[in-house]
């Protein structure tokens, strides 16, 4: 079975021995806690140099286009009924293609074709995005594992921003345990720290309360109830955009090396994810914090109390819009990258049955926008999207949702910094809404990769691929910071360090001794941040020592 085989333009390699790191702290890591199989996916040198070649007069730019006119998609469209713009500028199409398909087969015999043909080689990117794994999510990995997923097929595993790094020769009935297992394991750490976030609210809204309870305790000289009250909103807002950064803002920098590498293969893919809402601490309608808040609030007869009254209604305010992620979702750049990489994306959201008992806060939903987002991008690559915890049957009927788009091509002539971007596509069809790629996301080019981990004997050893190099007077060097983290079985952090590394080539070979670890099995995450392209590339796995 091939997984994902990525090969990079290699320079020579250089050894680094890393440090024992005698004072490190754990590190706060985004939570949006992932996997990722990857094993290497397919990066032909020839495709750049050649690119490269061509960007001296044009460059060829390839388009997308779903066309869907009361839910349904518009067919047998021809090249005439299209026009497209780069930067105000009509274009001539030069290429045209329908593509039809579903990820069960074809959706019907191919027209003149009197042989039997070979089945297309396909990708998977599959994405749980879920932190409270169950029985329904692993029937849907079985399913997938023994139903959907072929000898020829290629996959890619992310959950909650990390990769899984999948050894090599893994049988299938290997993968889906360590997938599982790592959903599981996921789910104690995220379990953690949404608590965490709980725990902090609850201690935050205990001083509050002492402060301005029914027989208050005394407070330093100059310090009035409105600074109370506003500190805990100061608070609550901190507390909750750090979770909202952690869980959920996609972190565009990994999404867009992971496509870098899926773009160049050859094969029908396919992202298929599943999605919980998630659930935040929010403070109870008619609780015993809230009530006490707003009895203050109400009381105040003095018109310097009553000022600071109406400042205390705006933090409140401030705070419900806070809870709009739409905002800090990269919408737009997220649906092209897919787009652009020729994906079509699956969405399955589920519910969480995650409850809390508390008497001053809930569990609630929140980021609506932020999954809408999400729809807005399966509704543009022709994907299937559901709300549904039955994860099975959504997984089946995703496997047997037709995608039926256009590729139109065109040459581009304008000047290199504005090539592919402000594409728009217009359709003589009345009453329809077009779906289509706006920009070009330069995923063309060779991105940061983690390669090669290898643990035993109390040493963990990994390399950096392809880290971007800036020429300097002397020679050309880059700057990648990296992040190890080891979990131990109780799903707590036993070892982590970060480091800012100058490097010489575009590979380079990093040791670090973890002698003093007990013996056992860790779960290591390794993050690594290309600081001159801006670039990440995380791989997670278990270990033992």
Known sequence: MLICVIIFVRGSEVER?????????????????????????AFSTHYV??????????????????????????????????????????????????????????????PLVSFPQQPKPRLFLLIFDIFDYNDAVGEAIDYFFNRIFGQNDQIVILTEGRLLNIEPGRQLDDLKVQLKETLKRYKVI?????????????????????????????????????????????????????????????????????????????????AIC??????FPEIKSFGRLEQRINTILAGQ??????????????????LQQSFATSKNFPSDRLKNLFLEAGITFHLILMKSPKALLSEDFELREVAEEYEECFRDISRSTGGYLVFSNKALDALQAAAEKEDYHYVLAYQSRAPLESRGKNIEVKVRVEGARVYSLKDLQQLDQPAITIADVQAGAGLLKFSLKNCTMVKTEKDARGLTE?????????????????????????????????????PGVYFLIIDALDKNANEKDVVSRMIEL
């Open 190 to 270: 995220s379990t953690q720290n949404t608590y965490r976030a709980y725990i902090e609210l609850e201690e935050e809204c205990d001083r509050l309360l002492l402060m301005i309870g029914k027989e208050p305790v005394p407070t330093p000289a100059g310090e009035n109830w409105d600074q109370h009250v506003t500190r805990f909103y100061d608070n609550y807002e901190r507390i909750w955009k750090t979770y909202r950064q952690q869980f959920l803002v996609p972190d565009l920098e990994l999404y867009q090396a992971i496509l870098k590498r899926i773009k160049p293969i050859k094969a029908d893919k396919w």
């Open 482 to 518: 990296v992040q190890v983290t080891l979990f131990d079985d109780r799903s707590e952090i036993a070892f982590s360090d970060s480091r800012v590394m100058d490097v010489v080539k575009q590979e380079v070979r990093i040791v670090l001794n973890l002698g003093k670890l007990k």
């Open 17 to 41: 021995s890393w440090p024992d790191n005698k004072t490190s702290q754990p590190s706060i890591f985004k939570l949006s806690v992932c996997l990722g199989a990857f094993f290497s996916l």
């Open 301 to 318: 007869a003095d018109p310097g109390d009553q000022t600071r009254a109406g400042l205390i209604k705006v933090k409140q305010q401030q």
């Open 49 to 110: 140099q050649q690119a490269q070649r061509e960007e001296v007069t044009v460059t060829a730019v390839e388009v997308p286009v779903r066309v869907l006119r009361n839910n349904d998609f518009v067919r047998g469209l021809a090249r005439d009924d299209f026009e497209v713009y780069e930067n105000g500028v009509k274009q001539v199409i030069s290429g045209f293609e329908i593509i039809s398909r579903k990820i069960s087969g074809p959706v019907e015999p191919a």
């Open 274 to 279: 599943f999605q919980q809402r998630e659930l």
